[in-house]
């Protein structure tokens, strides 16, 4: 079938390169080029030793968004024809990657000018891993189904723990399936644009796509997070993903010299032909009760739609001001049936208390009759009135108001609770408003000088800051003292900050009255801390600037340096923050710096790096190009235990106490390195080298902030203070992540004739990866050792942690793959993943084409 | 206290779109007062000056009378341009302007061909030639400001994509159009360009290099970023800067197309769009909370990955707050959407926790 395909294509375009005579061209100059040939690829997967099979490199990380394998290719193909029959048109035809998931194409016919009708199509594969397995099988759309065999070994073991890991080593892991979870988008745009006169423009455009394939996705079946030997179940599933997206727009444009007026309507039309993902409990098949649900039931995402309708225009108004307008409504709807609160039989305590939970009946609604409406606009008005002087002010506003309907709901967390109390939907909106004025003063030719100040009104319902305004200053300059160097700077000032802060969730729990960060008397335990804060809310300060240089001494050489940093600042003394530091140690003994709230402290990036080109001569040039990215964020936050009984955080044990205050910095560079020459020999030979190392790495450093010697041993004497960050509640580093991509190529090109020209062309890419998340990830990751001494389970070893009351505990042994490694949490012991990763691959690329320009 | 917003005000917009109309009305009337009318030979021509040396002529400074019918008057026409200038004639020819100028002109403007962009050529041709004798150049070593070069190219490109040019911020930066574009003849990429970059088949010839080399050339940051090892498909050549961003200006904030981050990132990922049973605040407002489009070292382009970028945020109580060790189902694999997994939102009925 292939071979077959292949021809089809080798004819078509053997018919489409003859007749640009036949078509009556007026003249024989090149009409396109084809560029066809084969590619051989070899390498391998590595750095997981560990796993039953050797991962392909096809569904590697190397193929994560293109397909790249042995064989025949078309790897582009261009064709153009003007005046076409003696008429103004012309026809177009371009291809890249023909014949494989991840081609493109491009048609258009059109008469420059007039019309301009196109067709595109283009294909996007998506492959989420190659280390992944599972039992599980879909007998039908979204209902994944477990043998029923294994599910009664399985509900059958001793759940203490000495024959469950066993069976699931011996009977699981070495019969399940590979699976490679994956999309692929195949997308068709058809667009339509019709000049009706020099003055009046209608166009059109419709879109459709569908994504098909799977994604993994978590599933937990408990009310807790986690799925113990005695509590609560999990599985990792893969998703099946089959959407359609639908788009389509139409609009009028009317411009005249100094006036223009556009409008048009978008649709956009999303479905998903799967609506419900169901599966089997491995852990159960008879017996189900509220905490052991035989089955789990997911919503996947709903059918929704969008109508926007836009209006703009753009006007002079006498010979020195330019007036824009633009407004955009919009309408989101969403009314797919609901799901059940559960599938689980056994749970009947639904609506009233006393309904059965897994009957639609029970439901307040039988949908959402979700109802979202959007309006943005904007008004800018600008004009150049003084000489070199432009001014400007701009006023945006955008409103986001879901108007869904408010109902009560009892939900079932996990299929496995009895339902909470009564609980609320709460439909979010917000309104921004944002007003900038600018002027700019341009000095001097290709050069300038802007300042202006913004203004920005944010308006939320239903969040903790209700009301917040952020005042931003800027000023940037672009000089060119001299015409081979061109210097630019920006600088930006920004100072956010709410009206108030409230969390609803800090609040006394007997009486609702809200706790602020600064009480001191309401010893309650509150739902949430009192000082955090939520970094998209938060005070902050934001200062950002941009610098670069670029130097052209003469034509040949260019050399460009830059350099940049965005740094984000939460933690503010005072305003909605506390007025007095949060640090529980205090004066010499204080071990980090003062913190006036809880949560982000810091976001903060900056970016470096120089290129530059040189044309030695017309034959040889050469290019360099390095640049570093660094991203730094730190965060302070506190571990907390509810209080029981009518205890308060003053008569417990470190239930809620700035001693048991936790950081964590999170530190992630990138450095790109980039060298490489090209050579033009004798007009006929060209030759390239290039080589690229993007080498990035990340690192999540955790610690304690406060003093380990209070009460360290539980149980203690009552004690407020109690250190609680020990053994498993440790706050300890992470194992470094590993990010390196190398790439070297090499390509020639020799011009045959005028219209042949093979190429040869070699890559070699590396990529490795080392990922404390992801490379130790096994199907099963319970690490339960057996009760007496036997062997570890494979892929993790025990004990986690050998110090069950220090606050640095050691790792325990590693596990034998990846040193520095532990593995598992007994905490999954009845949780069965796919075991996703994407390992490290090398693979050297062998291309030979040859270019056929007719 | 969770605040409700104050109700928001209609004064503003209503008072926005009423002066609108009146200036648009104004401006209307106003240009069909001056305006004779229209001969197929009429150029709305700049105001070229004709003494010696070219002047630093304004771009508002508009021709008011009516140009000369051929190549009479100050326009030599393009045959005479391309007398001497022949090779750049046969490149420009085909271009797509050239197609257009030189081949199938729909208007005045663009029946002027060569002149329609550096102005009337009779002075430069009676001087036997010389730059200083063309009223309009384009490039580096031109005398006009980049104010008049941009008003040439605006003469035609004022409408669809380039509306909101005037007072965008590359418009404000001093970038001219031929900064980016060129005219003269077809993109023409080096061999290590083409290896190294890839973009999204297009029919747009008229850029000096490729996406996204040709906006790496000033926004160099995202050099860096582009190579990050959780990327969109940019590297692979289906998605590029102009698939979010319209470098030409718009309405909305960064230039984006949409109207909002979220509709932005939505066009692309519309299941995600909502409105849900349970919505996450965060995600509402703007995607860019937890995600970095452009690049990012963190699974699923997250800024900072899980469980801290949950943490930044959750601190109530229980597992929310614990640092959670290296072994922690909490933390390896999808860390907290191991089982809060539509954390974008659900529509379950029992997802008030996205669990469901």
């Known amino acids: ?111 420059y000018g007039k ?44 759940p203490v723990g000495t024959s469950l890991p066993a069976i699931i080593e011996t009977q699981v892991v070495p019969q399940s399936g590979g699976i490679t979870p994956q999309i692929i988008r195949k997308a068709g745009t058809i667009s339509f644009g019709y000049n009706l006169t020099p003055h009046w423009n209608v166009n059109a455009m419709y879109f459709r796509e569908s994504q098909k394939g799977s994604r993994p996705i978590g599933l937990i079946m408990n009310s807790s997070p986690s799925a113990t030997t005695s509590s609560g179940y999990g599985v990792e599933l893969p998703e099946p993903i089959n959407y359609f997206n639908n788009l389509v727009h139409a609009g009028v444009e009317y411009g005249r010299q100094s006036f223009v007026v556009e409008g048009g309507y978008t649709g956009s039309f999303f479905q998903n032909n799967i609506h419900a993902l169901t599966w089997d409990n491995p852990f159960r098949l008879t017996n189900e009760t509220i905490t052991t649900p035989l089955t789990g039931s997911m919503a996947l995402y709903p059918d929704n739609h969008a109508n926007y309708l836009n209006f703009a225009a753009g006007t002079d108004i006498g010979k020195y001001l330019h007036v824009t307008a633009s407004i955009n409504p919009g309408w989101l709807k ?135 305004l952020e005042n931003s200053f800027f000023v940037s300059g672009d000089w060119t003292p001299i015409r081979s160097v061109l210097v630019r700077l920006s600088y930006r000032h920004s100072d956010r900050t709410p009206d108030s802060y409230q969390d609803d969730q800090a609040s006394n729990p007997t009486t609702g009255a809200d706790v602020t960060c600064t009480n001191t008397i309401d010893t309650s335990f509150t739902g949430d801390q009192r000082c955090h804060r939520r970094f998209d809310e938060a005070a902050r300060l934001q200062n950002r600037g941009d610098a670069l240089l670029q130097y052209t001494p003469f034509d040949k050489l260019t050399l460009s340096a830059f350099g940049g940093t965005l740094q984000n600042n ?147 004497t009552t004690n407020p203070n109690t250190f609680l960050l020990i053994g498993t509640n440790a706050a300890t580093p992470y194992p470094e992540t590993v990010d390196r991509n190398h790439e070297v190529g090499v390509i020639f090109k020799y011009k045959l004739t005028d219209r042949l020209t093979p190429r040869i062309e070699y890559r070699y890419q590396q990529w490795d990866n080392k990922d404390y998340q992801t490379t130790v990830m096994t199907p099963y990751m319970g690490c339960v050792s057996p009760a007496t001494p036997g062997a570890p389970v494979l892929g993790c070893t025990s004990p986690i942690l050998n110090s069950a009351t220090s606050p640095t505990p050691l790792p325990g042994a590693a596990s034998p793959f990846y040193p520095g490694f532990v593995v598992g949490d007994p905490s999954s012991a009845r949780y069965l993943f796919l075991g996703v990763d994407q390992p490290s691959y090398h693979v050297h690329i062998v291309t030979a084409t040859l270019e056929y320009r007719f | 206290m969770r605040g409700t917003a104050p109700p ?16 648009a009305v104004y401006s209307f009337a106003r240009q069909e007062a001056v305006q004779e009318p229209a001969r197929p030979d009429q150029a709305k021509s700049l105001s070229y000056s004709t003494a010696a040396g070219p002047q630093a002529a304004t771009a508002q400074e508009k021709s008011k009378g009516p140009a000369p019918k051929g190549p009479t008057g100050d326009y030599v026409g393009s045959d005479t341009c391309i007398t001497c200038h022949s090779d750049q004639g046969h490149r420009f020819k085909n271009t797509v302007m050239g197609k257009v100028m030189l081949g199938n002109p729909h208007t005045p403007e663009e029946a002027r061909g060569c002149e329609g962009c550096h102005g009337p050529g009779r002075l430069h041709v009676e001087a036997g030639g010389g730059k200083d004798t063309i009223p309009m150049r384009f490039g580096k070593d031109s005398p006009n400001s980049v104010a008049e070069q941009n008003a040439v190219c605006m003469d035609c490109h004022s409408r669809g994509t380039h509306m909101f040019w005037k007072g965008s911020p590359h418009e404000s930066r001093g970038i001219a159009c031929v900064d980016c574009h060129q005219v003269k003849q077809g993109l023409k990429v080096s061999l290590s360009s083409d290896a190294r970059y890839n973009a999204p088949l297009s029919d747009n010839r008229g850029v000096k290099l490729t996406q996204p080399e040709l906006c790496l050339q000033c926004h160099q940051m995202r050099r860096a970023q582009l190579q990050r090892s959780s990327h969109m498909p940019y590297r692979e050549g289906k998605v590029t800067c102009t698939s979010c961003h319209n470098p030409h200006g718009t309405p909305n904030p960064k230039q984006l197309i949409q109207s909002s981050t979220n509709e932005n ?60 060790p290296l072994s922690s189902i909490k933390n390896f694999n999808r860390g907290c959407t191991n089982c809060h997994s539509y954390i974008h939102g659900s529509n379950h009925p029992s997802g008030s926790a996205f669990l469901r």
């Not at chain 1, 009957?359 to 979700?370: K, T, Y």
Request: glycine share 6%; net charge negative; aromatic share 12%.
């Open chain 1, 334 to 468: 969403q009314s797919e049936a609901f799901l059940p609160y559960t599938t689980n039989t056994a749970i009947n305590t639904c609506g009233t208390g006393a309904q059965a939970c897994n009957s639609v009946a029970v439901l307040p609604a039988a949908n959402l009759g979700g109802d979202t409406q959007t309006l943005a606009m904007n008004y800018t008005i600008s004009t150049s009135a003084w000489k070199n002087i432009t001014l400007k002010a701009n006023y945006r506003q955008y409103d986001y108001n879901d108007n869904t309907p408010v109902r009560t709901w009892t939900p079932v967390q996990g299929d496995a609770a009895a339902p909470a109390a009564g609980t609320t939907n709460t439909p979010y909106g917000f309104n921004r408003k944002d007003l900038e004025i600018s002027a700019v003063w341009f000095f001097a030719k290709k050069s300038s000088v802007k300042a202006g100040y913004e203004g920005l009104w944010m308006d939320r319902t239903d969040r903790d800051v209700s009301h917040s």
């Open chain 2, 8 to 23: 928001r005000s209609v004064f503003i917009p209503l008072l926005g779109i009423v002066l609108f109309f009146f200036a």
């Open chain 2, 265 to 324: 990132c939505i066009s692309c990922h519309t299941e995600r769009r909502g409105p849900f049973l349970w919505e996450h605040p965060p995600v509402v407002e703007n995607c860019a909370n937890c995600h970095e489009p452009h690049g990012s070292n963190n699974p699923q382009l997250l800024k900072v990955r899980m469980p801290r970028v949950c943490d930044d945020c959750h601190d109530s109580s229980r597992h929310p707050t614990q640092a959670q």
């Open chain 1, 115 to 158: 019309f301009k009708l196109q067709f595109r199509y283009d294909e996007i594969p998506h492959i989420y891993s190659n280390t992944t397995s599972t039992l599980f099988a879909q007998t039908s759309p979204g209902v994944y189904s477990y043998p029923a065999l294994i599910r009664q070994q399985l509900q059958a073991a001793v």
């Open chain 1, 570 to 716: 939460y933690n503010i003394a005072g305003g909605v923050n506390s007025p007095t530091p949060l640090n529980f140690l205090t004066g010499a003994a204080v071990t980090t710096d003062l913190y006036y709230l809880y949560g982000l402290q810091k976001d903060i990036s900056y970016n470096y790096g120089f290129d530059g080109d040189y044309a030695l001569s017309p034959h040889v040039s050469l290019f360099a190009e390095y640049s570093r990215e660094h991203y730094y964020t730190r965060m302070i936050t506190r571990y907390r235990t509810p209080t029981s009984g009518v205890q308060t955080i003053l008569t417990c044990n470190g239930c809620d106490t700035a001693n048991n205050d936790w950081e964590s910095t999170t530190h992630d560079p990138v450095d790109v390195y980039s060298v490489g020459v090209d050579l033009y020999l004798s007009k006929k030979a060209y030759l390239t080298a290039y080589y690229t190392l993007s080498a990035g790495k990340g690192n999540v450093d955790s610690r304690y902030l406060g003093d380990p010697t209070i009460a360290p041993v539980l149980p203690a």
């Open chain 1, 1 to 111: 079938m292939r071979k077959t395909t292949e021809l089809a294509v080798l004819a078509v375009l053997t018919f489409l390169l003859c007749p640009g005579r036949i078509l009556g061209q007026e003249d024989a100059s090149d009409h396109g080029s084809v560029e066809f040939g084969v590619r051989l690829d070899s390498g391998d997967v590595y750095g997981r030793p560990d796993l039953p099979n050797q991962p392909a490199l096809s569904t590697s990380q190397f193929n994560e968004y293109q397909d790249v394998r042995d064989g025949f290719y078309v790897r582009r193909f261009n064709v153009k024809f003007d005046n076409i029959l003696g008429t103004k048109d012309y026809i177009s035809l371009k291809s890249g990657n023909t014949l494989y998931r991840d081609q493109s194409y491009l048609a258009t016919f059109g008469n």
